[in-house]
């Protein structure tokens, strides 16, 4: 019978930057897994030493010696336990994302990433340069790969480390959260498996950053492809995983919706960007429609309703069960709620603007001024006391620039940028599931009636937009999937509706630049990874 080895995952969230808490939470994380745990190593993910992505923190002059600090206290104060950990290495004048493994104050071995992605949310080729090799060290006399995140995705390093003699593959990683991605990452990691016979082990990191959110989804898969051990999604701990005989054996978290799995998403990444920039709470715009009462869910389950002032601003517009609607939702979130119709100021600007507009019909100008009442109302409110404005538009809205630049786009984080009008709906309805029955939180009327931005009288967002039940396919094959406008067409939409939304989408390219961030849940969000000119004739593309 083989030596059973114990080894710790450290799904741990890094803050990017942060050497010095990074370090501390990595010595922690040791700490846990020798002397609770009784592992023999405990893997760290990719990058935790500066956090994931670095992006230009990299270029700083004084970054080298700050890393080298953060390495020497490892080597002094992480004993009897084996350690790999993720970090930038200076090198002969170049730059490496790498990874050491340290073991009683000794690098026993470091390993540098061989395939560096650049297309999407990642851009490593400005700034890292590729390794060649695929470590191989020994724990208690078992033979152990070493490679990072994006080396797994390809077949050349894992084949490099079944040549190198590794009975198994340490593969450590800041994987950003997508809707499909965790089944996805089982796929590749079976495909390695099956070419080399190696089992893996992969760490992945956990938490919010910026328009990125990491959901651990830490995994051990055997060589045959068999699941030996899985992390829960979006919790921060140390899993002990054990390997014996050549297979992996530990705790399997259980299965979740798309719905569950995206609203944890939401709620990380929200609770990291207030909490991380120092925000006392968030301010949301609540209308008593679907969007704004989503985001008060999201952002009470991720502050506490103690840190969320959910401010109503009325129209003459306004239906009065909008109005009740965003009262009750308040209510049963616990959330502090205040009224600030926005009459006066609209009349106030009406007033001013007179003159200039005489002669002329209302039109769309008077809906987007009511919007900029309401934001001028949020951000006054935002800096007096100091709380962030969580913007409340989705994907499908910002897509088309069906929202008003400086009003209802004013805010500093925008959690549902990234989600789909018909996702939006799905998700009220799981965070009415988390409620005891009989109390949403939600009011079921927010979610069965027809969505109106109620800027004039009885508005409908239909009147200006296909069903967001069209809308949205098209926009997933136009954005996310590149597709022409003819090929969209064959997919069996109305070549109409097709030319519509995409030149909606084209025409709203500088709005969307100037929209605050929110976290990636889809294959290709707006934003780092879709970068498309502000001024340009591209027709059928």
Known sequence: ????????????????????????????????????LGADLVACPELALIGYPPDDLLL???????IAAGVERLLSEVRGITLIVGLPEYADGLLYNAALVIRDGAIVARGRKQLLPNYGVFDEKRHFTAGVETPVFELKGRKLGLCI???????GPAALAKAGGAELLININASP???????????????????????????????????????GGSIAVNGDGSVGFSAPEFVEDVFPVRFKDGRFSGSIAPTTSDEARVYAALVQATRDYVDRNGFPGALVGLSGGID?????????????????????????YTMDMSND??????????????????????QAFDRLLAPSFAGRKPDLTEENLQSRCRGVLLMALSNKFGNVVLTTGNKSEMA?????????????????????????????????????????????????????AELRHEQKDSDSLPPYEVLDPILQAYVEDCRSIPEIVAMGFS??????????????????????????VTHRAFGRERRYPLTAQYGDL
């Not at 890094?14 to 939470?25: H, K, M, S, Y």
């Not at 008060?296 to 991720?302: E, K, M, S």
Request: a neutral charge.
């Open 1 to 36: 019978m083989s030596q059973t080895l114990t080894f710790a995952l450290a799904q741990i969230n890094c803050w990017v930057g942060d050497i010095a808490g990074n370090v501390g939470r990595i010595i922690q994380a040791a700490t846990r897994a020798r002397d609770e």
């Open 60 to 66: 700083r002059t004084a970054l080298p010696q700050a």
């Open 149 to 155: 995140c994006e080396d797994v995705w390809g077949p």
């Open 177 to 215: 959260f997508e809707q499909t991605k965790a089944r996805e990452r089982l796929a590749v990691l079976r495909e390695r498996a099956a070419e080399t016979g190696l089992p893996i082990l992969y760490v992945n990191l956990v938490g919010g950053q910026d328009d990125l959110v990491f959901d």
């Open 292 to 316: 704004s009462a989503l985001i008060a869910a999201i952002a009470a389950d991720a502050l506490g309703p103690e840190r969320v002032w959910a401010v109503s601003m009325p129209s003459r």
């Open 325 to 346: 609607d965003a009262r009750l939702e308040a209510e049963a979130l616990g959330i502090r709620y205040s009224t600030c119709p926005i009459e006066d100021a609209y």
């Open 400 to 452: 088309v620039g069906y929202a008003t630049l400086y009003g209802d786009m004013c805010g500093g984080f925008a959690p549902i940028k990234d989600v789909y009008k018909t996702l939006v709906y799905r998700l009220a309805i799981y965070r009415n599931t988390l409620a005891p029955a009989g109390q949403p939180v939600i009011p079921e009327r927010v979610i069965t009636r027809e969505p109106s």
């Open 495 to 520: 070549e109409a509706d097709v030319r519509k939304v995409a030149g909606l989408v084209r025409r709203s390219e500088y709005k969307r630049r100037q929209a605050p961030p929110g976290p990636k």
